[in-house]
């Protein structure tokens, strides 16, 4: 089983000492520049992965050593949670606000390191409602359908992703029958980056992307209990590739996202779209972007973001134009903001005027 942290020292690595053997660092350029709007943090050692924001506009952010932490953008101030610090140094991947009061918060790691958490007293005490079944178990990431029904997914066991389902909004899970279980290809998995590779939709659509030595679609329409799978022409074949997040857009096509995350400038069959999930094509590019970890949707554009670079594309015509050579591991919508989350607990926002302005600005 692969702890991406782990993979993710190899990538600071590279970064540090700039050694990129295999694929020559593309030109930087900005194309339509949006800057950041960084907020400052009391948790400036932590990779955040996980990401959410409720109705009324609170962002709530998870991630390494038990952090889990909401900001009130009205007073400008957060407030910081350990849940399960007295049990295990849990790294808290996922995160989603399903009530006014209710989160829900999964931890990603070998064997006991993955567990379920929940809130429903906005974050002022949590329990422990569901521990990893299987010792050789990886939690990947969770959604809800709505404020009752959601998913849990986990690398494979036995050739098949694992799987655990909710109808009570997060207070008990019930692991899926085996043989309904989505089956694997030797070296497939999924990676645990953005909680953005597993999406579940209004009326129990489900869509997974995975990785590694396949890169593949895996489609649920009802509510997670059976599936079917389906190539893409990802980039995949080593255990850094594959695919890392997925966006649905509102006309009902798929747009995934990913590449290597050893190679952060590589940019080869990284983005790719589907009209129903099932038939997947590259897009076409002039310059594309590399390695990305989360993409999200919204009003009329798709925003992606990597490790080194974040990206903008218009939904009617998908063309990634660089934006900011700054980077992040994770994006939420809220608000009319797009928010994302990284390392050294980096959080920022841009607001829906700004990528309306810049856009408009570089048509001039």
Known sequence: MIDFNNKRIILTLILTIGVNF?????DRKIEIPID????????TEASIRGIDITAEGILWVSGTDNLVAKYDSVSGSWKVFRPGKEINKYDFRDIEIIGENEIIIMAAGENTSSAIFRSENGGESWSKVFDNPDKN???????????????????????????????????????????????????????????????????GQTI???????????????????????????????????????????????VAVGGDYTQPFYSENNVIVSEEG????????????????????????????????????????????????????CLAVGDDRIYAAGSDGLVAFITLKQVKNAVQGAKK
């Open 278 to 329: 099932k038939s997947w094509k590259v897009v076409p590019h002039r310059k594309f972007p590399g390695y990305l970890s989360a993409i999200q949707h919204i009003d009329e554009y798709l925003i992606a973001v990597g490790a080194v670079n974040s990206y903008i594309s218009l939904t009617n015509k998908i063309s990634f134009k660089l934006f900011s050579n700054d980077g992040f591991h």
């Open 137 to 203: 178990g990886f939690f990947d990431a969770i959604d809800f359908y709505d404020s009752k029904n959601g998913i849990l997914v986990g690398d494979p066991i036995n050739g098949r992703f694992a799987v655990a389902l909710t109808n009570d909004g997060g207070k008990t899970w019930t692991p899926l029958d085996f043989e309904n279980r989505p089956a694997t290809q030797k070296g497939e998995y999924q990676f645990a980056a953005s909680g953005t590779q597993l999406r579940g939709y209004k009326g």
């Open 36 to 43: 950041w709007n960084y907020i400052a943090t009391p948790f």
């Open 208 to 254: 997974i992307v995975s990785g590694g030595m396949f890169a593949r679609a895996f489609l649920s329409e009802d509510y997670g209990v059976t599936w079917k799978s389906y190539p893409t022409p990802a980039l995949q074949g080593i255990e850094s590739s594959g695919l890392f997040s997925v966006a649905k857009l509102d006309n009902g096509s798929f």
């Open 22 to 26: 295999l694929y020559a660092q593309p």
